[in-house]
């Protein structure tokens, strides 16, 4: 049996019925103004003395999601000429995409599913590309609690997550209920979690926890459960249904083209807006060749902003992507039944692998080609800064630098690396469209929420 593309009765990337139905994206929901045709990118290159201004509006540190709506935002509304720097070769941040050699489309820096409970981002984002609607599932290789042996199970644990795990037949959200109550262990005398692991006991119980999240939280933290904050496990997803699609928002798409086409729609024939690559812009004011600005919007890391003052670095966890090209698969054009499949276990040292064929937005055709690229994940102390480590210490440093933020003036500190918070995209584009608010409200470029009242971790 062929083991993708990863589909059900409603179509590739689509979960079945009455799941499916709470997807609000409709196919062919958006513009894609560049579309199929080419487009030279005016605004786009790689940075040298000739080719920037003397002078901008705005001067804007990081070109992904943050910097880039920031932009965009004052260049449409005001008409404000932007320089944005950054220090890769590339636009998007964390986003971009590319189609490799071999003609998969690919993420550099780990897959990006698009997800939103905010009607205005959704709105906005259909401007700049076509959508097609997703709902993101996720397989898990367990091992049974019953013989031991693995099973590939949706996650977060659903129903059919239980029976196949545990042997029961349950069949009703009231049974399913029931078993987590029956399984469901709290601390004694009706006190807080202390720690992840008792926070974990607490939503899924011990045979889940172990099955599922314990070794696979060590293997994110390189620290188990009750080396944690409660806050890291605290929301763990439980499901009672047979919903098995990882993000509940209403509105789950993958850009038609890519991400990368969302920015280069965005601000890529902008005139108003000169992004540069390879350009670090502590370097270029090391060297004095910043142009002159009347405001800054920094999306890089804050304590890297204050390095100067020697105050202890921030903690963040890494990954590494070992990819995978496989000309020959087992069933001639996959290499795994879905498109994420996380690995739960000690058994094995990666988190997950990706296999990017299995998603709709794969040029044409690609589907039915052999060959496919995976990548497995490795969760790191070292390399890119991808997550905050939620711990006091960490939050305690995060606010003496965000102390000395709040007293700088013309500068405003935007977007996850800044805020040290995860965002989700959708988070990062709000946070950046409630800056230009303020803005446009008040003269200030500064967030309208604090990063922490965004919902992830
Ligand atoms: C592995 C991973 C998977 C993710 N998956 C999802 C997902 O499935 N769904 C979802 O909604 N979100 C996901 N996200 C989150 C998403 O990537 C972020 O919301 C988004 O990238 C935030 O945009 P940003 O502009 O704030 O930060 P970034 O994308 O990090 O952009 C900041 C930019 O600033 C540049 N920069 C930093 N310092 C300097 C400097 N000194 N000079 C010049 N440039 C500089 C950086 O190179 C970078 O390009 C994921 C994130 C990661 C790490």
Same mark, same amino acid.
């Given at each position: 049996m062929a083991r993708g593309p990863f589909a059900s009765s409603e179509g590739i990337g689509r979960a079945r019925e009455p799941w499916s139905a709470l997807n609000r994206a409709l196919a062919n929901d958006g513009v894609d103004a560049i579309g199929d045709g080419a487009s030279a990118l005016s605004s786009f290159a790689t940075y040298e003395e000739t080719n920037v201004r003397a002078s901008y509006d705005v001067v804007i540190v990081g070109a992904g999601l943050s910097g880039c709506v920031i932009a965009e935002r004052l260049s449409r509304e005001l008409g404000k000429r932007a320089l944005v720097v950054e220090r890769r070769a590339h636009v998007g941040g964390n986003c971009y995409d590319y189609v490799d050699?071999?003609?998969?489309?690919?993420?550099?820096?780990?897959?990006?599913?698009?997800?939103?409970?905010?009607?205005?981002?959704w709105e906005y984002v259909k401007r700049f590309s076509e959508w097609i609607p997703f709902d993101h599932r996720v397989r898990g290789v367990v091992a049974s609690a019953e013989t031991g042996e693995s099973k590939l199970v949706p996650i977060p644990?659903?129903?059919?997550?239980?029976?196949?795990?545990?042997?029961?037949?349950i069949s009703s959200?009231?049974?399913?209920?029931?078993?987590?109550?029956?399984e469901r262990v709290f601390p004694a005398d009706g006190a807080e979690p202390a720690n992840g692991e008792e926070a974990a006991l607490m939503r899924v119980g011990p045979r889940l926890y172990e099955a599922i999240f314990k070794h696979y939280t060590k293997k994110q933290w390189d620290k188990y459960p009750n080396e944690l904050d409660a806050s890291v496990l605290m929301r763990l997803?439980?499901?009672?249904?047979?919903?098995?699609?990882?993000?509940?928002?209403?509105?789950?798409?993958?850009?038609?083209?890519?991400?990368?086409?969302?920015?280069?729609?965005?601000?890529?024939?902008?005139?108003?807006?000169?992004?540069?690559?390879?350009?670090?812009?502590?370097?270029?004011?090391? $060297?004095?060749? !910043?142009?002159?600005? =009347?405001?800054? &919007?920094? /999306? #890089?890391?804050?304590?890297s902003y204050y390095a100067a003052l020697g105050m202890p670095k921030l903690e963040y966890r890494s990954l590494r992507f070992e990819e995978e090209y496989i000309e020959d698969t087992e069933d001639g054009l996959f290499f795994q039944e879905a498109m994420v499949?996380?690995?739960?276990?000690?058994?094995?040292?990666?988190?997950?692998?990706?296999?990017?064929?299995?998603?709709?937005?794969?040029?044409?055709?690609?589907?039915?080609?052999?060959?496919?690229?995976?990548?497995?994940?490795?969760?790191?102390?070292?390399?890119?800064?991808?997550?905050?480590?939620?711990?006091?210490?960490?939050?305690?440093?995060?606010?003496?630098?965000?102390?000395?933020?709040?007293?700088?003036?013309?500068?405003?500190?935007?977007?996850?690396?800044?805020?040290?918070?995860?965002?989700?995209?959708?988070?990062?584009? $709000?946070?950046? !469209?409630?800056?230009? =608010?303020?803005? &446009?409200? /008040? #003269?200030?470029?500064?967030?309208?929420?604090?990063?922490?009242?965004?919902?992830?971790?």
């Open positions: 050699e071999h003609g998969i489309r690919a993420s550099k820096y780990g897959a990006h599913l698009f997800h939103t409970k905010h009607e205005r981002v644990p659903t129903m059919d997550t239980v029976n196949a795990l545990f042997g029961t037949t959200e009231e049974e399913m209920e029931a078993w987590y109550k029956s997803p439980c499901r009672t249904s047979t919903d098995d699609r990882y993000f509940s928002d209403p509105w789950q798409a993958l850009p038609k083209r890519g991400y990368t086409r969302i920015f280069e729609n965005m601000i890529g024939n902008d005139p108003n807006v000169d992004v540069r690559f390879d350009a670090d812009f502590f370097e270029l004011k090391r $060297l004095g060749k !910043l142009p002159k600005y =009347d405001l800054l &919007v920094y /999306t #890089g890391q804050i304590d499949v996380n690995y739960t276990g000690a058994d094995v040292p990666f988190t997950r692998i990706v296999e990017y064929k299995h998603v709709p937005n794969q040029p044409e055709g690609r589907h039915e080609k052999p060959g496919t690229l995976i990548a497995r994940e490795y969760s790191s102390a070292e390399g890119e800064p991808y997550y905050p480590v939620p711990n006091p210490e960490n939050r305690a440093l995060y606010e003496r630098y965000a102390e000395l933020a709040a007293k700088e003036q013309g500068v405003a500190f935007v977007g996850r690396l800044a805020s040290y918070k995860y965002f989700n995209m959708d988070e990062a584009i $709000l946070n950046a !469209l409630e800056v230009f =608010d303020n803005f &446009v409200e /008040t #003269g200030a470029l500064e967030p309208k929420r604090a990063p922490s009242a965004f919902g992830s971790a």
